[in-house]
C-alpha cells in the first residue's frame, strides 16, 4: 500500500496557485518526499523532492512541515497545461521501487 | 538518448500470443523499473533491475511474466500466453543510483490490449 494519502481531486482556477495537499505521516527520517505528475497518456513526469527544508524549482515549490508528516505542493500560477494526477510519494533513495497511490487528479478550470 | 524510450508504443494481441516490450533507459542510469498500469489507477510495480541484476521480481503477476536486462542498459518485458487482465500500460522508469537525486525518469508506456 502508498505511504502517503491525498485528496482524490482537486479544482484550480487558471492563473491562480494550485496548492496539492499530502499526508506522510509514517515517514522515517531519511526518507524524501517525491512528487510526480502524470499527463493524460504520458508516462509520470517528475516535479520536485526535499528532505526537511522547502524546495523550489521552474515547476513547483515544494513546502515540508517541520514535523516532515505532511507536504504541499504549490504551482504558483496553473496554467490548463496542469491537468493532471499528482503523485506524491516518499522514497530513501532514487533506487527504491516506488509505491504510487491513487494520487491527486487535478482540474485547471478557463 | 535524452529520455527513456519504449516501444512499441501499442500492442494488440490475441489471447494466448507471446509479446515483447523493450525499453531503452538513459544511457548511465543503473536503476531500471517496470510498472503496469490499469486505466484509471496508479503506475504498479512489477520489478526493478540494478545493472543486470534483477534485485526485485515481486510485484510479477504470474509465472507468465518475465523480464531481463542482460547488459545492462536495454530491458525486456515479455509476458507469455497473454490474458485479457494483462492489458494495460507498461511503464518502463530508469534512475541514477544516488540518494537524494532527481526522480524517476519515464517513458511514455506500452500500451497493451489483449483482445
Known amino acids: 500500500d502508498a505511504k502517503t494519502t491525498q485528496p482524490t481531486s482537486m479544482d484550480c482556477a487558471e492563473g491562480r496557485a494550485a496548492n496539492l495537499p499530502c499526508n506522510h505521516s509514517t515517514i522515517s527520517g531519511n526518507e524524501y518526499v517525491y512528487w510526480y505528475r502524470q499527463i493524460h497518456s504520458q508516462g509520470p513526469q517528475y516535479i520536485i523532492h526535499?528532505?526537511?527544508n522547502n524546495e523550489t524549482n521552474e515547476m513547483a515549490s515544494l513546502i515540508i512541515t517541520e514535523d516532515r508528516k505532511s507536504s504541499t505542493l504549490i504551482l504558483p500560477h496553473a496554467t490548463l497545461r496542469d491537468t493532471a494526477v499528482y503523485y506524491c510519494i516518499t522514497q530513501k533513495t532514487s533506487y527504491d521501487k516506488v509505491i504510487f497511490g491513487p494520487g491527486t487528479s487535478l482540474s485547471v478550470i478557463p | 538518448g535524452a529520455g527513456v524510450s519504449q516501444s512499441p508504443r501499442y500492442k494488440v494481441a490475441k489471447r494466448g500470443q507471446d509479446v515483447a516490450l523493450r525499453c531503452d533507459p538513459i544511457?548511465?542510469?543503473?536503476?531500471l523499473f517496470w510498472y503496469q498500469q490499469a486505466l484509471g489507477q496508479g503506475p504498479e510495480f512489477l520489478t526493478y533491475f540494478q545493472n543486470e541484476a534483477q534485485l526485485d521480481k515481486s510485484g510479477l503477476p504470474s509465472d507468465r511474466f518475465f523480464a531481463e536486462r542482460p547488459e545492462g542498459s536495454v530491458s525486456t518485458l515479455k509476458i507469455q500466453r497473454t490474458q485479457q487482465e494483462d492489458s494495460a500500460v507498461y511503464l518502463c522508469?530508469?534512475?541514477?543510483?544516488?540518494?537524494?537525486?532527481?526522480?524517476?525518469?519515464f517513458g511514455s508506456g506500452t500500451r497493451l490490449t489483449v483482445v
Open positions: 522508469a530508469s534512475s541514477l543510483a544516488t540518494p537524494g537525486t532527481y526522480g524517476y525518469t
Open positions: 544511457s548511465g542510469h543503473v536503476s
Open positions: 526535499g528532505l526537511k
